[in-house]
């Protein structure tokens, strides 16, 4: 499957490692999503006319108005969900699944994962590419996933890759009690937010500016 891109060195270990490095310099620090994202070949994940870049620290574009999120906000979302939970996560939801790259470090990380895409074409390529890579502990979703996915509910842990401009209290409610959720929220400003729930309540923290595709609403 990589033969041809082995050729001209972008699947090489050492693109790769120079990612890995990049990551623990900008303050990554869980050794297994470092070794998750190592493992991902992210340039199957963009189209071959971008693949050389698909190690930088960018967002690239995926079509439909969509982008692959940065390695960056992957890694650093990752890490949140895996140490800010209070019990080991186990059922994951992720809202946008985009080209599933995201979605495949998750799946290396956690036993089961949903993934919920509104947008048919990113859906179906998605799901292809999984299959492709033999990843079988994700149920991929069409749907809109501003409503969550309450049939599978509750989650150990949530993570949304589309900026909504609040966090919803319908997703609040579908998270376990110990879990918690990672997403981006605002229109212009944005910032990324770590919600997590205990037996009494919730408590929400702000943690840095970031910038993500807003939350497409309603039905597709
Ligand atoms: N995690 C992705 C990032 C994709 S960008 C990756 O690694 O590539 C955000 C994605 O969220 C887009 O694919 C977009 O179509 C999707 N999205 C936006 N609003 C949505 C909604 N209401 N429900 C489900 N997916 C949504």
């Given at each position: 499957?990589?033969?041809?891109?082995?050729?001209?060195?972008?699947?090489?270990?050492?693109?790769?490692?120079?990612?890995?490095?990049?990551?623990?310099?900008?303050?990554?620090?869980?050794?297994?999503?470092?070794?998750?994202?190592?493992?991902?070949?992210?340039?199957?994940?963009?189209?071959?006319?971008?693949?050389?870049?698909?190690?930088?620290?960018?967002?690239?574009?995926?079509?439909?108005?969509?982008?692959?999120?940065?390695?960056?906000?992957?890694?650093?979302?990752?890490?949140?969900?895996?140490?800010?939970?209070?019990?080991?996560?186990?059922?994951?939801?992720?809202?946008?699944?985009?080209?599933?790259?995201?979605?495949?470090?998750?799946?290396?990380?956690?036993?089961?994962?949903?993934?919920?895409?509104?947008?048919?074409p990113l859906y179906e390529r998605a799901?292809?590419?999984?299959?492709?890579?033999?990843?079988?502990?994700?149920?991929?979703?069409?749907?809109?996933?501003?409503?969550?996915?309450?049939?599978?509910?509750?989650?150990?842990?949530?993570?949304m890759t589309a900026a909504a401009p609040?966090i919803s209290a319908v997703l609040k409610?579908?998270?376990?009690?110990?879990?918690?959720?990672?997403?981006?929220?605002?229109?212009?400003?944005?910032?990324?937010?770590?919600?997590?729930?205990?037996?009494?309540?919730?408590?929400?923290?702000?943690?840095?500016?970031?910038?993500?595709?807003?939350?497409?609403?309603?039905?597709?």
């Amino acid at each position: 499957m990589t033969t041809r891109l082995h050729g001209i060195g972008m699947t090489s270990s050492r693109t790769r490692l120079r990612m890995i490095d990049r990551l623990r310099a900008q303050g990554i620090k869980d050794e297994v999503v470092l070794a998750a994202m190592y493992e991902v070949p992210r340039h199957l994940f963009v189209d071959e006319a971008m693949a050389s870049r698909a190690y930088d620290d960018v967002s690239l574009p995926i079509n439909y108005e969509q982008t692959i999120s940065q390695p960056y906000i992957v890694a650093r979302m990752t890490e949140l969900l895996r140490t800010a939970s209070r019990h080991p996560v186990k059922r994951v939801l992720e809202i946008g699944t985009g080209c599933g790259y995201q979605t495949s470090v998750l799946a290396r990380l956690f036993p089961e994962i949903y993934s919920v895409e509104r947008i048919a074409p990113l859906y179906e390529r998605a799901r292809r590419k999984l299959r492709d890579l033999k990843i079988h502990n994700v149920s991929v979703r069409y749907a809109d996933g501003s409503a969550g996915l309450p049939e599978a509910a509750p989650f150990d842990g949530i993570i949304m890759t589309a900026a909504a401009p609040e966090i919803s209290a319908v997703l609040k409610e579908q998270l376990a009690v110990g879990g918690c959720m990672v997403l981006p929220v605002g229109r212009q400003e944005q910032w990324l937010y770590l919600v997590e729930r205990d037996a009494y309540g919730y408590r929400e923290s702000r943690l840095e500016p970031v910038k993500f595709v807003p939350l497409l609403m309603g039905k597709a």
